[in-house]
Each structure stands twice: as C-alpha cells, then as structure tokens.
T-cell receptor, first 116, second 113 residues
Framework: GAVVSQHPSRVICKSGTSVKIECRSL??????MFWYRQFPKKSLMLMAT?????????EQGVEKDKFLINHASLTLSTLTVTSAHPEDSSFYIC????????????FGPGTRLTVL | AQSVTQLGSHVSVSEGALVLLRCNYS??????LFWYVQYPNQGLQLLLK??????LVKGINGFEAEFKKSETSFHLTKPSAHMSDAAEYFC???????????FGKGTSLLVTP
C-alpha cells in the first residue's frame, strides 16, 4: 500500500501556457501533501505544503500566483504552473502523508516539465 | 531549523565492497532522519528512517544507518555493493512527524564491476 501517482509523467509546453500536474494518493487518504522541485543533478527543494480544504503554505521565494496549488480532496492535490517560462522547466515531485499514519512521506514518481 | 549535509557528491565503489554514504544533520529539536534512493527519472523510494528508539536502523535492500547524536550523523552503509545499487541517495531531516523534509544535496553512487 501507500502508492502515490503523478500525472502526467512528462509534459512539454510552449512558453506562456499553463500546465496542471496531478498528485494522487491511490490507496490512502492524505491530509497533507508536499510539492518539491528538483533541478538537474540537484536536491529537492520544498515548494509548498498543501493541506486538504485550506490554502497551501508556500516556501519563501516561491511565487504563489505562479504555482497554484489546490488540495480539493483527501486523495488529490494539483499544481498548476501558470504562464510557464523555460526557467520553470524542472522535475516536480509530490509526496503525501497518510492520514493518521506514520511519519513516512510517500513520494510520487515525478513529472518532468519542459517549457519551450 | 533542520538541515543535512551529505559529504561527497559522488562515491564510487567496486561490486562487493562496503558502501558508506555520509550524512550529518543540524537540528534544534530531536530529528527525524531519512534516507531515500532515486533511480534516473524516477521518484524517491524510502530506504530507512530513524524517529526514536534503536539507533541502528535497518532498511530495505540490505542498507542500514546508525543515528549518532554525539556526532550528529546518520551515515548509510551496506556491507556489499551490488550493481543495482547505483543511484542517487538523499539524506533528509524533519522536525516532526508529518512535517516537510529538508534534503541534502544527494550523493551519486557508482558501482563498478
């Protein structure tokens, strides 16, 4: 158990368009989901913490109007990159904590975004 | 605040040799410590974690790590490396259960025949 999926796995878009990435907990409910960004050959940087039914908490330096996060249900959080630019190209990874569960975060497989 | 430092961005070992990946942490509260592995273009897989209790933690794929408070370390070891162990390894720390993780910069493990 404890599977987290992300869709799409890869996306290529034109500069100026918006892209939505979904993060789903498939076999558990997650009150909290996290969005990370990973640059090539770099570590994961926390972008925001997403809590079901409330506004996301963004890390310093992350533009909340550019990276829109919605956590509408206990199994789904979405990250929308608005007006994407080439510098937004990156690997985006989500993770989820099981509701009432342990301290383990379960990670999705990631989404590779390329902005042309 | 919590942070981790991974010493050595690249580690190369021979197949069958000991694997040692170093991680030192900084935390103002008792830390929760994790090791994750990432294969190319994939997400992260939990290898092992330390929260409380026994300081020697055993994980999957023959890996283990020891929490040493006096040294603020949580080094990852495996007695005998396999070719399939070649991957990126991340040490991470959090302040509490359910909190976001602060990752180290990662160590790329290369296993040579």
């Amino acid at each position: 158990g404890a599977v987290v999926s992300q869709h799409p796995s890869r996306v290529i878009c034109k500069s100026g368009t918006s892209v939505k990435i979904e993060c789903r907990s498939l076999d558990f409910q997650a009150t909290t989901m996290f969005w990370y960004r990973q640059f090539p050959k770099k570590s994961l940087m926390l972008m925001a913490t997403s809590n079901e039914g409330s506004k996301a908490t963004y890390e310093q330096g992350v533009e909340k109007d550019k990276f829109l996060i919605n956590h509408a249900s206990l199994t789904l959080s979405t990250l929308t990159v608005t007006s994407a630019h080439p510098e937004d190209s990156s690997f985006y990874i989500c993770s989820a904590n099981r509701q009432g569960g342990t301290d383990t975060q379960y990670f999705g497989p990631g989404t590779r975004l390329t902005v042309l | 605040a919590q942070s981790v430092t991974q010493l050595g961005s690249h580690v190369s070992v021979s197949e069958g040799a000991l694997v040692l990946l170093r991680c030192n942490y900084s935390s103002s509260v008792p830390p929760y410590l994790f090791w994750y592995v990432q294969y190319p273009n994939q997400g992260l897989q939990l290898l092992l974690k330390y929260t409380t209790g026994a300081t020697l933690v055993k994980g999957i794929n023959g890996f283990e790590a020891e929490f040493k408070k006096s040294e603020t370390s949580f080094h990852l070891t495996k007695p005998s490396a396999h070719m399939s162990d070649a991957a990126e390894y991340f040490c991470a720390v959090s302040a509490n259960s359910g909190y976001a993780l602060n990752f180290g910069k990662g160590t790329s493990l290369l296993v040579t025949p």
